[in-house]
């Protein structure tokens, strides 16, 4: 069974900076590891629902960005640490929320992607 384990976020004022972490174990149903295995990045606001923030593909060559944080996220990868990594700049207010990593078992992200999921971490950003 494939786990995730996040790690980083917590309370900044805007403006600020955070990098998340997600630390896979195990391989996907289908025998997928880390190495081979697209990632995305989830977030949900309260009250909200959840929406999709990034995703980056097995290599790490290729990256997407929902809109609302493109030129201040920024994905990466280091699959020698199985590790994804998401890195928030100029963070605002209305990126207050919980962040999610998610697996996918395919190298390549899409919106069927998501198989496995991290447990979460908070971001506050406040004024």
């Known amino acids: 069974q494939v786990q995730l384990v996040q790690s980083g976020g917590g309370l900044v004022q805007t403006g600020g900076s955070l990098r998340l972490s997600c630390a896979a174990s195990g391989r996907t149903s289908s025998g997928r590891m880390f190495s081979s295995a697209a990632m995305g990045w989830f977030r949900q606001a309260p009250g909200k629902e959840r929406e999709f923030v990034a995703s980056?593909?097995?290599?790490?060559?290729?990256?997407n960005y929902a809109d609302s944080v493109k030129g201040r996220f920024t994905n990466s990868r280091d699959n020698a640490k199985n590790t994804a990594y998401l890195q928030m700049n100029s963070l605002k207010l209305e990126d207050t929320a919980v962040y999610y990593c998610?697996?996918?078992?395919?190298?390549?992200?899409?919106?069927?992607?998501?198989?496995?999921w991290g447990q979460g971490t908070q971001v506050t950003v406040s004024s």
């Open positions: 998610a697996v996918s078992d395919s190298t390549i992200w899409s919106a069927r992607s998501p198989i496995a």
């Open positions: 980056i593909n097995w290599s790490g060559k290729n990256t």
